[in-house]
């Protein structure tokens, strides 16, 4: 089932806060100078990293679709 534009755009901004959050989650990190694990927090921190790409990718999708959305219109 396709999503709506308006689907999509509540997509892209649940997609944004988890952005935000995991950013604030990598700065704790940085300032405490822990990781979620007792290894290394260079580990967690990529982790974190692949986290924020993949979202990124998402809202790029969902974008991608709005656009196609208004071009059938």
Known sequence: MDMTKEELE????????????Q???QDRM???NSG???GSISADL???DLTIFNAKDRI??????????????
């Open 46 to 48: 990529a982790a974190f």
């Open 60 to 73: 790029a999708e969902h974008e991608k679709k709005i656009e196609e959305l208004e071009n059938e219109n």
């Open 10 to 21: 509540y997509q892209i901004a649940t997609e944004q806060a988890f952005i935000k959050k």
């Open 36 to 38: 979620v694990r007792s």
């Open 30 to 32: 940085r300032t405490q």
């Open 23 to 25: 950013r604030a989650a």
